[in-house]
């Protein structure tokens, strides 16, 4: 395989497991069709145009290398295909668990899981707001994830950050290869980003805290639970209208 094809690849090899077995009777997520499309609409609606503006601020950028070329706005089409097929997997794992545990984890489980994400993202967020990437991602997953706590108290918030916890194997490993191919050569808290090579996707690390999950920012983490909760907000806001609930977000 040509190198060119690798982030197409790694897109891919995210959405195909969950895309065939959203056939699949009991979870029947493929019936949830419009509510994921409306969600992951909702979701590009900010984050497309904030990595075109981080993208042309030199905040991060794409290795023409590991990319077929064709580009949209400044982004690769990979990466236009990339607020597609992850949230699409990430929803559809979603669904799984909550199949699966049909009860709610706890209430104490939600809010110590979500305080202690809250407060990390606020404490990053205030410390370096001067790095671009780290207050944006930080501060705007503090907010949201805290409107779902605290003022909504979404019913489905605590299945979500399950889910999350879950697919941060899966997370590492696929943005691993898109930060640095070989990952796992490098230590677990890597504070020396500048060391990373095969980058399919690079950071420019005056904008990010610095410290790399192997090769993965550990921004990355914020800035995931961000896309995947704005797309869950309205996915479950959709699903709920259609079973005939108007009310606030709440997953019921």
């Known amino acids: 395989m040509s190198s060119h094809y690798l982030y197409l690849a790694v897109n891919l090899g995210c959405v195909l497991f969950p895309f065939l077995l959203s056939f699949e009777r009991r979870v029947h997520f493929i019936g ?10 909702a979701m590009m609606a900010l984050f497309i145009p904030w990595d075109i503006a981080f993208t042309h601020a030199g905040i991060w950028g794409f290795n023409d290398t590991y990319i077929i070329g064709e580009k949209l706005f400044g982004l690769p089409l990979e990466e236009w295909l990339f607020f597609i097929c992850i ?3 990430c929803i559809f794992s979603y669904e799984c668990v909550r199949y699966f545990k049909p009860v709610p984890p706890g209430r104490a489980f939600t809010l110590a899981a979500g305080t202690v994400i809250v407060a990390t993202a606020l404490v990053l967020a205030f410390v370096y707001h001067d790095h671009h990437y780290t207050m944006a991602a930080c501060s705007l997953c503090a907010i949201l994830l805290a409107l779902h706590l605290w003022v909504w108290k979404s019913k489905w918030i605590g299945w979500l950050l399950m889910t ?8 590492y490993i696929s943005n691993g290869i898109l930060t640095g191919l070989t990952f796992w050569e490098y230590p677990v808290f890597n504070t020396h980003p500048e060391s990373i090579a095969d980058q399919i996707v690079w950071y420019n690390n005056a904008h990010n805290l610095g410290l790399r999950i192997w090769s993965v920012p550990a921004d990355d983490f914020f800035y ?3 896309m995947v909760l704005l797309a869950m907000t309205v996915y479950e806001r959709v699903l709920n209208r259609s079973q ?3 009310s606030a977000p709440q997953g019921v």
Request: overall charge positive.
């Open 32 to 41: 949830k069709t419009r509510a994921l499309i409306i969600g992951t609409i």
């Open 244 to 246: 005939g609930d108007t």
């Open 87 to 89: 949230p699409y997997a």
């Open 224 to 226: 995931g639970l961000l």
């Open 164 to 171: 999350w916890f879950i697919l941060l194997i899966p997370f």
